[in-house]
């Protein structure tokens, strides 16, 4: 029997401790440092047969249930994507460029993940560099390419090299930096903006990196050691913003162009794949086609020839939607309507990929339909890669429509001889208000007289009210504009008769000011009125089903009663409504009823304002809509301030003549009728 050790002092006992802890520490983080040796391949032969065939790795890896987590690749692919992985494998072995332009959903980005991975690991590529719109949406990419290493089974059998050393990390990527492989250190890199895979001797995935980066990021001489980037993923460089901008259209393609297209370096062929969706005529993804020789695929290979019956599909589907709040139920009775009428509606149309539905719908053809009845400028766009012309579909203005509409008669100041009341619209921005009169005639014809801003010329608020902050600014601004306005006298023409202005409603809708621009109001005792826009979608009504006590409704407005201890009553309006009605006043024929004019002179500043909007026809709950957008860092002040006068003009009992549902562009959920004002 062993006799226990006896230490002379206490304080050698303690060292003794010490020492038997370290020693047994190292130990530890020797067995975890070292992870060999490295695991044998399940099945060498899978693993062979997919180094030449992109398509292969991807149905072997990731189209079997075997891939557990990983099973993606569920149904079959269309023709279209088909062609899309066979130019991506040849871009990424030999390099070139190639853009991927294929509907939503059509897979493009998974492609290129899985299509990365496979030219890493096989060695067809040593550098891939992802380049998002910005580095959060680089950083998803990233992750769903750790996903399939850490989780996909069979890519952990046949890829010891990469995901055995992985997996030894268990998820603590500080390990990396000492683990070793038969004493060799790994060098893994597995964080959320880059993954370098492990320094294997002899293996073809050794040390190969997949970076992140925002399209903001520097690119000029990226490197990570001596490794220079041989593969771009350009992953949807444009957003709905720049593709309306030619110079940001612009900058982006020279980023592109020299920025990227040298990363490589010297002697090396750059692979170049960008995944794109065509937004609009001439954005950066039709530049890129163009320059790229790239093709585009949309949803539908041709588009049905009954468009009038898909046409009454629609009223049927949203009647529907309307009646029926089961959406289990709402789903049988429209499939069965398309069941039953299948033949007529499908005539003509054929669907890329005939897989592409949900668990809701019949068929690919009507899953297109349902899209296209959704957002009509989205379904061109997203879905088909060829944008309508934005100006025919929603017919928005054009400076000749506005050119044609300049009176040659009536100046600057003068009303039309049959004027029955004038308006005024005012809308309130940072630095300055601006405003404009329309003279009104009995059948709701229009002529602007008089505009400008005040400040005038090109003074701001807060030099004109120095040490003053921005509600005592609008409050003093738009008391003396209110002032100003209301002393201001038109002419008649013909007899010159004074004319006074009969109501101003002025914008409230910014919340920093609301209240200031209700407390001015009250001062001037319902002749100065506060409103506030309502921009929502078809999905929404804009009127309850029944009117509040109080309230006063309109064609697509309402006065609002009196709240508790409140200031004034406010009008509120359906922006969308009022600026697709003024848009057919001003296309509209001169001689016509309900027209809108101009006086005589040069316009280019109030037009310039005007066509600072376009919209898009919108389909939702409650039916078809123009939805409005502002063109990007275009002004629409001038707009807005027509719009509001409009209103102004409906609540001075002037009427719309002949106004009922599908007279003037709005939605069906505008059942009510106000003819008689």
Known sequence: MGRKRLYTTPEESAQRHRENAARRSREQSASVKEIGPLPDVVNPERKKICRESLYDFMMTYGGTPDAEAQYVFTTPFCDEQLYMIQTLEQVLKYGGEIPLCIFRGGCKTTFCEWGILWACAYGWQKFGVIVASNLGMARKIIANIKININLNPLLAEDFPEICYPIACLERVTQRAKCQTLDGKPTEISFTADMIQLPNIHGK????????????????????????????????????????????????????????????????????????????????????????????????????????????????????????????????????????????????????????????????????????????????????????????????????????????????????????????????????????????????????????????????????????????????????????????????????????????????????????????????????????????????QRFFAKRATIGEERGPEWKKMPLEIRGLVRNYIYNTNWWKSFVRQRIKTDAAAKSTITFYSGNHSKLFTHLLGETSSKVTGQYGTMDKWTLRPGEPNHWFDCLIMSSVAASAMKIRIPNYQEGNAPVSTQSKRRFIDL
Not at 410 to 428: C, R
Request: with cysteine; charged share 25%.
């Open 204 to 539: 073809a995935s050794s040390q190969a990196i997949v970076m992140g980066v925002g399209a903001d990021s520097s690119f000029r001489g990226l490197r990570v050691g001596k490794q220079r980037p041989t593969v771009v993923l350009i992953d949807d460089p444009q957003t709905n913003k720049s593709a309306n901008s030619l110079t940001q259209t612009e900058s982006r393609w020279e980023n592109i162009t020299s920025s990227m297209k040298g990363l490589a370096g010297p002697g090396v062929a750059l692979a170049m794949v960008a995944t794109i969706t065509v937004i609009k005529k001439d954005d950066l993804a039709e530049r890129i086609l163009q320059q790229w020789n790239g093709k585009r695929f949309g949803i539908l290979r041709s588009m049905p020839k009954n468009m009038v019956e898909w046409d009454k599909y629609n009223d049927e589907y949203q009647h529907i939607k309307l009646d029926v709040s089961d959406l289990l139920e709402r789903s049988r009775l429209i499939n069965q309507y398309y069941i039953d009428n299948r033949t007529v509606l499908d005539e003509g149309a054929e669907a890329a990929w005939e897989s592409n539905f949900t668990k809701n719908e019949v068929s690919a053809i009507q899953h297109a339909m349902n899209l296209y009845y959704f957002d009509r400028k989205a379904f061109w766009s997203e879905y088909m890669n060829e944008p309508v012309d934005e100006e025919n579909d929603a017919e928005n203005l054009t400076l000749e429509d506005l050119e044609r509409k300049v009176s040659k008669t009536i100046k600057h100041g003068i009303a039309p001889v049959e004027t029955q009341a004038i308006t005024v619209g005012i809308d309130i921005q940072k630095d300055c208000l601006y405003w404009l009169a329309t003279a009104w005639a009995s059948d709701f014809s229009g002529t602007v007289i008089d505009y400008g801003r005040y400040p005038k010329g090109n003074a701001k608020m807060g030099n004109v009210y120095q040490g003053k902050g921005l509600e005592e600014q609008v409050s003093y601004c738009l008391t003396e504009l209110a002032s100003i306005l209301h002393d201001k006298t038109y002419l008649r023409d013909v007899n010159r008769e004074p004319l006074r202005i009969d109501k101003i409603i002025v914008d409230a809708n910014w919340g920093f000011v609301s209240e200031v621009v209700k407390k001015v109001c009250r001062n001037f005792k319902g002749w100065l009125e506060p409103t506030f826009g309502w921009g929502k979608g078809p999905d």
